[in-house]
Structures are given as structure tokens and as C-alpha cells.
């Protein structure tokens, strides 16, 4: 859910005090929102089993054989799952560190390097009893028309939710929501703010260089009373 995010940067938090304010009232975690985040998670595992199901039910592979493997429909189901996860954990996610790129895209690689590891032919030769389907992942995700499942299901399960966040901040604007606006337009001003002052101390110095050359010694030379008193001084010294 939306409001569970307070994620800002460190400078706003210690600007707006006031964030911490839903979190000591038990706004943030509730019998309300655990509800709603009941009914979310009933809805998105209702899509992630019923679409795949459609789609293999009518599903054909390159050679014409129907899709009536368990495991790779088991396969499909939890990649779709892990994606899903992983992309609301992102779009939930308003202030990136390095930390948050290496746990939640790693997780992704790590979900598919072991996926494959447990049904490869090496795993297979160590613990044949407990890992006897060997390359249902491989055959499974080869397929084109298995991808096409998955990225269909995981936008029918993260619309919904992004709609109404979308919403959410739009009408019923949080002092979270208003804190990111005003951190994003930061952002955005900062190059700009910039330039500009790289400008201004550019114009700075040249105004300073041209002033100090106003008075004093540029004067002398421009109007070469400096010369005149040294030819005066040179011919006395003959």
C-alpha cells in the first residue's frame, strides 16, 4: 500500500518533524490498513494463479504440444510472483540508495540463479531424489509465449494498485506526498541553480578584474602620464 512508504532523504526528515507523527499514532499499521493489505494480497494471488491457468489452458508450444506440465506452470506462477514483488517494492521505493538497488534487483538475479541451479543436470547428479526435474526451468522460460504470461499477469496485478496510489496522492495529497513533490522540484532546480550561480560569480570576477583596472595603475598606463614621468626622470639622470 501506499501509505506505508514515508521514505524521504535525510535533510527533509529533520525539516518536517510532522513525519513522524502517523507512524507514533498507529496510522501507518492498523486493523484498517491490515485489512486492506488482506484483501491486496487475495486479489494479486487470485490473478497470479487464474491467469497463468487461462493462458495454459489455450497455450500451445512451438511444435504444437500443450503446456500440461505442472512444474512449468508452478515455474510461471512463482517468476510472476518475484517480479511482481520486486516491482512494487521499486515503485513503492522514492529515495534510492545503493542498498536498496543491490537487495531488491538482487534478489531478482539471485531468485533466477538458483531457480536454474536446483533444476540443472549437476544438481540433479548430487541429489537426484530431491531435485528430479531437470531443465523445466530452462524449457519453460525459452518460450516466448511464457514471457507474454508473465509480463501480462504482472501488469494486471500492479495496475490496479498504481491507479489508486496515483489517485491517492492527487486527491488526498499526505504530508509525504507533499515533502517528495517539493524533493523532486529540488532536484530538478539543482543543475539549474547552479549554472546559474557559476554564472553569477563568472560575472563577479570579470566585474572585479574590470574594476580594479578602472583606478590605479590601468589608469596611468591607459592615459601614459607613467611613461611621460619616466622619460622626465631618464633625460634629469643625463
Request: charged fraction near 15%; include cysteine; hydrophobic fraction near 40%.
Amino acid at each position: 500500500m501506499g501509505i506505508f512508504d514515508q521514505d524521504v532523504s535525510d535533510q527533509n526528515s529533520l525539516c518536517y518533524p510532522s513525519l513522524y507523527k502517523p507512524g507514533q499514532q498507529n496510522l501507518l499499521f492498523n486493523k484498517r490498513q491490515f485489512f486492506l493489505c488482506t484483501l491486496q494480497g487475495l486479489g494479486t494471488s487470485f490473478l497470479l494463479f487464474f491467469i497463468p491457468y487461462g493462458a495454459f489452458s489455450v497455450m500451445v508450444k512451438e511444435e504444437g504440444s500443450h503446456f500440461s506440465d505442472q512444474q512449468a506452470f508452478a515455474v510461471t506462477i512463482a517468476t510472476s510472483l518475484v517480479i511482481v514483488v520486486s516491482v512494487q517494492i521499486g515503485l513503492d521505493t522514492h529515495y534510492w540508495t545503493v542498498v536498496n538497488h543491490v537487495f531488491i534487483w538482487g534478489s531478482l538475479v539471485a531468485y533466477f540463479a538458483i531457480l536454474f541451479a536446483m533444476q540443472s543436470d549437476g544438481i540433479f547428479g548430487i541429489f537426484p531424489r530431491n531435485f528430479p526435474f531437470i531443465g523445466t526451468a530452462r524449457n519453460c522460460l525459452s518460450a516466448a509465449s511464457v514471457w507474454l504470461v508473465i509480463v501480462l499477469t504482472a501488469v494486471v496485478c500492479l495496475v490496479p494498485g498504481l491507479a489508486v496510489s496515483f489517485l491517492r496522492a492527487q486527491l488526498f495529497p499526505t504530508l509525504t506526498d507533499k515533502v517528495r513533490c517539493l524533493q523532486q522540484s529540488r532536484k530538478r532546480r539543482g543543475p539549474r541553480e547552479q549554472n546559474l550561480r557559476r554564472g553569477r560569480r563568472t560575472s563577479s570576477r570579470r566585474s572585479a578584474y574590470a574594476f580594479s583596472h578602472q583606478q590605479g595603475f590601468g589608469e596611468l598606463i591607459t592615459s601614459g602620464r607613467n611613461m611621460r614621468r619616466m622619460n622626465t626622470y631618464l633625460e634629469r639622470n643625463q
